[in-house]
């Protein structure tokens, strides 16, 4: 039998509605901000500590979420993901204080981080090899609509039947969806929860270090870096005020804009998969363009002398958004890497790099919008916003000059040829 096996379609269905649902969660909190802070009575800066504690956490399970994959097999690891956030959002919806609510938070952020990776490994298992990045872009470009979901659903929730009733009612999707984890999905069309060898500390660590000393890995980490942080940093935390405060526009234009963000990830996401499909040799080459115009659009709008004109914004934000599903190149490299029995592992690891590079600048904007904001309160002027969305070149100085290394030692470590039979053999 050759891939794409019996059912595979229905294995992919319901590992994307686990990440829908995971990414749903993840964004849940961006719209009832001010609910939260009535709620729990807390500051700004108390609040956005609830998206940096998601993000490290996401962050920091990364690699044990990709250890236990390999050893434990995706289907187990999805059901424990699926249950942890229900359960977790169950607490979200009943907390009464802040700590109460800080912990249940930092729960979603756990199980969330175990669904991306087992879809990525379901896909590699059940479909053909030439499929596998369109796949993937189409799991991390629908995922997205959770995003959505969680804005405009969530908000006429919030204002008509209540916090805990919101909250517990999305829970509630998660009780389904394990369902049918346990009863629909399959680790391979052979096996349904498979098990990889045990892994020992020395195990793991040796494993790790075979995966970090292939160029490819360092290459898919620093692409993944390089490429995710401007639209998460946008989409989680800081592109409505940015667009508020920062460019002068009315809350209704700013939550336009923050749409458009998603809108450009489903016009760009396939195309891209495709593309990657394609031309293997030239993912990087992609990445450094995307990331490039990034750059650009960024200095034309923090230039620009006054607020930027709508348009402009526009571009901004549809130029940000592609960042997304170049991230997804960063796998991919990784995936063409790293043999079948590590590959889980190698995607937390190149995961980590775009979560760690946001959570950076979450932080980073939040400190210098208070050291450049006069009397400390959170009235932040559009200077104070331009120094802070300047901290992005630092990371991108850091990001691009690792992927020109990588790239350079990956194309001398597997030849164009090379990578084209090996493609083909994992056919
Ligand atoms: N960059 C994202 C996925 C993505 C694809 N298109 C837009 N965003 C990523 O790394 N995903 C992991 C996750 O858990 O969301």
Sequence with gaps: ????????????????????????????????????????????????????????????????????VDRFGPRRVMLTGTLLMTAAQTGFALAETYPEALVARLFVGMGDAMTFICVLRLIATWFAVTRIPLITQLTGTLGQLGGVLAAVPMTWALGHVGWTRAYLSTASLGIVLAVAVLLLLRDSPAERSRRGPALSLPAVRKSLAASWALPGTRLGFWIHFSTQFSSTALALLWGYPFFVRGEGLSPNAAGGLLTCLVVSVM????????LIGLHPWHRSSMALTIVGAIVVAWTVVLLWPGDAPLPVLVLLVFVVGVGGPASMIGF????????????????????????????????????????????????????????????????????????????????????????????????
């Design 1 to 68: 039998m050759t891939p794409p096996y019996k059912g595979a379609f229905v294995v992919w269905l319901v590992g994307l509605l686990v990440y829908l649902l995971a990414v749903f969660h993840r964004s849940s909190l961006a719209v009832a901000g001010l609910a939260a802070t009535e709620r729990f009575d807390i500051s700004a800066s108390q609040l956005a500590t609830f998206t940096m504690l998601q993000l490290l956490v996401y962050a920091a399970m990364q690699i044990p979420v990709g250890l236990m």
């Design 267 to 274: 016009l760009v996401g396939p195309a891209l998969g495709w």
């Design 332 to 427: 991919d490299v990784a995936r063409t890497s790293n043999p079948p029995h590590r590959l889980a592992s190698a995607s937390g690891i190149i995961n980590q790099g775009g979560f760690t590079a946001s959570l950076l600048l979450v932080v980073s904007i939040g400190v210098i919008l208070d050291w450049r904001t006069p009397g400390g309160g959170t009235d932040y002027t559009p200077e104070a916003f331009r120094w802070a969305m300047s901290a992005q070149y630092v990371l991108w100085a850091v990001g691009l000059t690792q992927v020109w290394r990588y790239r350079k030692r990956a194309r001398r470590h597997t030849s164009r040829d090379e990578l084209a039979a090996s493609i083909a053999s994992m056919g």
